[in-house]
């Protein structure tokens, strides 16, 4: 919880990935805190911060409220002055359009599927319907260059373009069949306080020493300075002669972020330990007052979005047979007189067992 009278630790620039939300597993009460806690003049969202892996295995649950507290604090920090990019993952990869030559300059994707949005390098302004003064703005895209206060050139993307495994049809394939496999060890890891899923996720993508051979051999390539990315669950912040790697984490495990002070300096923010130096006490609980209430409508909005980039499975059978209960109950050209209240209940009651989210 936020603590009365007390100032967030505010830093020019964080950047955070690997949420996961949607996921039952996904640290959304602690990521709450943590955006509750700190303040920045630009937050970077590096991938997966929706699950749409998750989104579209499931059978239409909702997001549950800490969920969506998480979507209204975000949209509280994009319309009071905080600069909030999105760069899209392997998880939420339907925001992302082909990539150019060079990384941070991604290009439309010519798709005329109705579940893919052009999102591309645009700012979006999501405005609340009870208060149009309320206006939500995050740009959307498949990667950037950050530039610190001392010059130097930062690539920002999520890290999955570096994995071999994510590249290869057949095994991307794969890995979203097996993905509930991690959710579960992440479990077993909460229940006998091991780190099994952590092991077995770097072990699977060989993020240890492939990825950042890949990562390193791009920036040697390029004319930048270092790399920042998430994607392995691996918060770290390694600084060579040449060139600087970091990784911002994850909150399904580990709870980190990246931070740019204002000294010019990268900082690991491991929130688990922080929040107890901070004395935070209780984690927020869908029981207290949701601060961002009035950003309630703007993530309603949001959710809709997802649920059309995201259309949960078998979503078009179940619209189809939903096409066949109307018609059931009221005929292809029924007259008021027919439509009796019963039949407007039993469609009713139906219609919405059949919603997506």
């Known amino acids: 919880m936020t603590i009365q009278n007390r100032r967030p630790l505010h830093f020019p620039t964080i950047v955070i990935s690997d949420f996961h939300l949607g996921k039952e597993v996904a640290m959304t009460a602690h990521l709450l805190e943590f955006l509750e ?7 970077i969202l590096n991938g997966d911060i929706i699950d749409g892996w998750e989104i579209m295995a499931r059978k239409h649950k909702k997001f549950d409220e800490m969920t969506l507290r ?9 319309a009071t002055g905080t600069q909030v990019t999105y760069v899209s993952g392997n998880h939420d990869e339907k ?21 893919r949005i052009p999102f591309q390098n645009k700012i979006y302004t999501f405005t609340s319907a009870q208060n149009r003064a309320l206006q939500s703005q995050i740009k959307i895209k498949g990667g950037m260059t950050y530039k610190a206060p001392d010059g130097r050139k930062f690539l920002c993307v999520h890290g999955d373009q570096f994995d071999e495994a994510m590249r290869n049809k057949r095994i991307k394939h794969w890995a979203e069949i097996v993905d509930p496999a991690y959710d579960a060890l992440i479990k077993a890891d909460r229940r006998l306080n091991t780190s099994i899923a952590s092991w077995a996720k770097r072990k699977a993508k060989g ?11 791009a920036v040697n390539k390029g004319s930048i300075d270092g790399i920042i990315c998430g994607h392995s669950h691996d918060s770290k912040i390694l600084q060579e002669k040449s060139y600087a790697f970091l990784n911002s984490g994850d909150w399904v495990e580990s709870a980190t972020a990246l931070a740019h002070d204002e000294k010019g300096s990268w900082q690991k923010i491991e929130w688990l330990k922080l929040r107890e130096q901070m004395a935070l006490g209780d984690l927020p609980s869908v029981q207290d007052k949701n601060p961002n209430a009035e950003y309630r409508s703007i993530t309603q909005r949001q959710v809709k979005w997802i649920q059309r980039i995201w259309p949960a ?14 018609d059931q109950c009221f005929g292809p050209a029924a007259s008021n007189t027919t439509i009796n209240d019963a039949l407007v209940a039993k469609y009713e009651k139906k219609r919405q067992e059949l919603k997506p989210f």
């Open 37 to 43: 806690n700190t303040s920045c003049e630009k937050l």
């Open 70 to 78: 998480v979507i209204d604090a975000i949209n509280k920090k994009a």
């Open 95 to 115: 925001l992302r359009g082909a990539w150019s030559t060079k990384h941070n300059e991604p290009r439309h994707l010519n798709d005329n599927k109705p579940s």
């Open 207 to 217: 993020l240890v020493e492939c990825f950042e051979t890949a990562v390193k051999t």
């Open 313 to 326: 499975k078998n979503y078009d059978k179940k619209q189809e047979k939903l096409s066949k209960l109307r």
